[in-house]
Structures are given as C-alpha cells and as structure tokens.
C-alpha cells in the first residue's frame, strides 16, 4: 500500500521512515508541515490529523498511523517478502527488534531533544539530557561491540532490522546535539554498515559513505 | 572595550521574525556577549496584525526596526545605516523568513560558507551541484566602492535542483553580496522566470565570537511550491551546511592570507576577508598578525 507521509525535512522521526521506505523501494507521497518555524504541527487542522501534535504522520486510506516506529514496522510487514526487517519467523530477533524499537524512542526522548534544543533554540534541560544521552550512547556502543564478538554485525542479528534503522536516525545525528562519534568505535562500525544499504538515503547532518558515493557516480 | 566589539556594536542585526511572537510573549537571546530580552508589545490598535517589540539590552531598551520581515537590533550608539535589498519592496515576489538556526561557529564563518560556490557538489550533492560538475568558472570579484560592499559577479555553476521550482538540472548564474560584515545576498538564477533573479539572503546574529543564529530569508518568484516546501527546501540546503560549520578550525575566521591557503575558486572569500581587515571588522575573526 501507498501512503502519505506527513514530513518534516530536519526530523530524525520522520527520516526513519523515509529511509526504510527507499530501502525497499516503497513509493509514498510526502506532505511537507512547516513544523519550524511555523509550527504548524500544533495548528487546530493537524492537531485533527493527530492529537498527539507530532511528526511524522502517516496516512493511508483509514489507516493513520502517528509512531514512526508502528510505521517502520507496517512498511515491513508488507513490502519485505524476505521477513528479514521485521523478522517475524525468528522468535529471538523479533523480540529483540521489539527492544531496540524501544530504546529507539528514548533516543528521541534524550539525543533527539537535545538536538532541538542545540539546533533550534527549543527550551529545554540542556545538562540533564547530555547526560542521558551519553549514557544511551554507551548502551548502545556495549551492545554493537558485544553484538561484533557474536559475529553480528547489526542490532538483532546478522541482518539489518527496522530497530536498526529507527536507532540509526538520532544515534547518527547525534554530532548535531554536539555529541561527536570519536569515543564510539562500535557505533562508527554500525553507522557505516547502514550507510552501506543499497539504497540507502541522506539527510542534512547524515551523509552518504564515501565509498558508495564513488560508485554511483561511476555508475551514473 | 576592545576595538573589535566596538565595531561589530554599531551594525543592526537580526533577532526575531516579524510575527513569531505573540502579543505579551517574551524571548531571551544573546547579541554580542550580551543577553537581550525580546517582548513583543500588546497591539496599540485593533488593525495592526503584527505586535511591535521592546528589545533590553542588560534590563536597557535599545533601538529597534523593522525590515525583510525581521526585527532587527543595534546596540552601538553610532550605528551605521542598514543596508537595503531593493527586491524586499516588489510586491509580486515571495517573501519566506525560515526561521533561525543555531550554529556552534564563528558568524564571519557562516557568512564565508554562504559565499562559497566550490562546496555544492560535496555538501548539497544532487541538488546545488553534483559530480563531475565540479569545476568553479572563472568569476569577477571586487569591492564596490560607492556603498562599500563585496560583489561577485558572472558566477556559473551547473545544479541538479537550483531551487524548490527547478525541474531537472540548469546552469545557474549568481551574483553575491557581502553588504555587512555578519550578512550576505545571493541573486540566482529563477527557474520558474529565466530573465529574474531569485533573492536568498543570510542574516547572522551573532550571539558571541564564536556562536550564531542564523536566519535565512528569500524573496522568490514561484507560484507552485506551499510555503512549508519552500522553507524547508532552504533549510535542507542550510542544515547541510550547518555539521560543516561546526567543524571548521580554528573557530574563528583567519584574516591573515598564510593561516588558511585559499585556491583561484576562493575569490569571493579572499576579497570578504581582505574586506572585514580593512574595516576592522575583527569581531569573530582571529586577532591579526602584523
């Protein structure tokens, strides 16, 4: 199914799924809301759109959707014939995916805050939310680093998931909240990996890798 | 007060779109070290559809005014004319404020990336450039004396998207501005109307030496794109620009040809830096080596 996607250009949200929408070929629509500096996410029209006043949004036929993470997971379910994604045959990877799409929104709640509030003067605890995301930081590089001794180059397993992508988005643009990768070996390695994709997409502050970078050229 | 500072004081710079608060609202920011209060005024009569503001300087009310849908600040008490944009008073453009962005760099630093063309292909790949198009032609700079500004003129370069209107990739020509130290015009090539120029304008408020709000403004000819698209199109392109910024050493703008070694596509930046050493307009740049 095709959608609508409710979109913000500078949101690591609403990236996610535009990511894992080019990932695997998914034609959508996108709707640009003027969230800064207009903040039209919060006007009587969108707030009818979604009570919540976030984005992203997605919409198809009856079906609106208002958590990128539901989202990743309903672009999966249908469009990953391989179930590798969502990896629904796979008791123990699915229960991790499950997981890390939790940890994957208290990203948003600490590097994703704070990347508002460095970027775009949005008010907010500046100390208290360096300090958790640091400490998600180091969650996630112990992981990625006990994830490469099992020979797991990803979060669940040896494929990429949708916990993959939706924990990519704010650990990679966490330099933007003046978070740099230097102290992060493991993270590097896994940020690499993704921006490997075959199809993968940019976005200000997530840049292409280099190397892919020379061979589309070539190719084009 | 050092000499720097006190240039850098008798300049207007930005510090609110007109509009963006409410009446009664309150923000606070900073301007050259110092923070400032904005208040916007309850309205004076029913008609005006825009607050007035009341900006304090350290609890002190300063001179305020308005112009390219800003309100701009002077703290200086010999403050230097603003400079104009003649295409602010045609009606039938497009006017887009896009909001502020926050950047951890010197403001003389954000101007300079503005005014640099050799970046497209690398930083706005696939939309203000593209490999192997990445040749800087042969451009004419100088400093025009009659209103003491930086132009750079015949500026071509081939884009894969030039604007938000583009539909495929054109040569586009620009000409760039430098009409103060802390903002820069660019008039580019319209796709929508070949014989216009589009007008995209950065304003800096530098917040300290080694900080800046920046605010992009546009005066566009394009009937078709929503206003959101249009301001996000800018701050794609901007936000690019912004983890290029924060990583440029050293912090400050090297006015001493030797610190930084420019090439023949760096004119513009050569010409801004000899520019601001002349003027002594040091504020955000490392001190000068005599």
């Known amino acids: 199914m095709s959608f609508t996607l409710h979109d913000y250009v500078l949101s690591g949200n609403c990236y996610k799924v535009r990511l894992l929408a080019q990932l695997l070929e998914v034609s959508y629509t996108i709707n640009p809301v003027d969230f800064h500096p207009g903040k039209a996410h919060k006007s009587p029209s969108f707030l009818a759109l979604n009570p919540h006043g976030t984005l992203p949004v997605l919409e198809s036929g009856d079906t609106v959707l208002t958590d990128s993470a539901a989202m990743l997971v309903w672009i999966a379910q249908q469009h990953d014939k391989q179930h590798t994604w969502w990896p629904i045959n796979d008791a123990e990877c699915l229960a991790m995916t499950v997981q890390w799409l939790g940890f994957s929104s208290q990203l948003t709640e600490s590097i994703g805050q704070l990347r508002l509030h460095t970027m775009l003067n949005r008010p907010a605890d500046a100390e208290t939310l360096r300090r958790q995301s640091i400490r998600h930081l180091r969650e996630l590089e112990n992981h990625l680093t006990e994830q490469s001794i099992r020979g797991q180059a990803f979060l669940c397993g040896k494929q990429p998931t949708v916990a993959d992508i939706a924990c990519f988005a704010y650990t990679a643009l966490s330099p933007d909240a003046g978070l740099e990768h230097t102290l992060y070996p493991g993270i590097r390695g896994w940020l690499h990996r993704i921006r490997c994709l075959e199809g993968f997409l940019t976005m200000p502050g997530i840049y292409e890798a280099h190397e892919t970078r020379n061979e589309h050229t070539a190719a084009s | ?290």
């Open chain 2, 1 to 290: 007060m050092n000499a720097a500072l006190e240039h850098a004081l008798q300049d207007w710079y930005p510090v609110a779109m007109v509009g963006e608060l409410a009446p009664g609202e309150c923000k606070h920011s900073k301007l050259l070290g110092v923070d400032i209060t904005v208040l916007a005024n309850h309205a004076g009569n029913a008609t005006e559809s825009t607050p007035t503001i009341t900006v304090r300087a350290d609890g002190a009310p300063v001179d305020v005014q308005q112009a390219f849908d800003h309100w701009w600040v002077c703290l200086g008490n010999k403050p230097r004319s603003l400079f104009t944009i003649e295409e602010a008073s045609e009606a039938d453009r497009r006017f887009v404020p896009c909001g502020v962005v926050r950047v951890a760099c010197s403001p003389l630093r954000a101007v300079e990336n503005f005014l640099d063309i050799a970046h497209f292909p690398f930083v706005h790949t696939g939309v203000l450039g593209a490999e192997p198009h990445t040749e800087v032609y042969k451009y004419d700079v100088k400093v025009d004396e009659s209103v003491d500004e930086v132009i750079a003129t015949n500026i071509k370069f081939y884009q894969p998207q030039a604007a938000k209107s583009a539909e495929g990739g054109i040569q586009t020509e620009y000409i760039y501005r430098v009409p103060a130290p802390m903002a820069a015009v660019l008039y580019k090539t319209c796709p929508l109307k070949p014989d216009a120029l589009d007008v995209i304008a950065l304003f800096v408020q530098p917040l300290d030496e080694q900080t800046c709000d920046v605010w992009p403004w546009m005066a566009l000819y394009d009937d078709t794109s929503t206003q959101a698209e249009l301001i996000q199109f800018q701050q794609l392109i901007f936000l690019q620009d912004r983890s290029i910024l924060e990583n440029q050493l050293p912090k400050k703008l090297p006015l001493d040809p030797g610190q930084e070694i420019p090439t023949k596509a760096d004119y513009t930046s050569v010409a801004y830096r000899r520019w601001l050493k002349k003027r002594g307009a040091y504020y955000g740049a490392l001190e000068v080596h005599p």
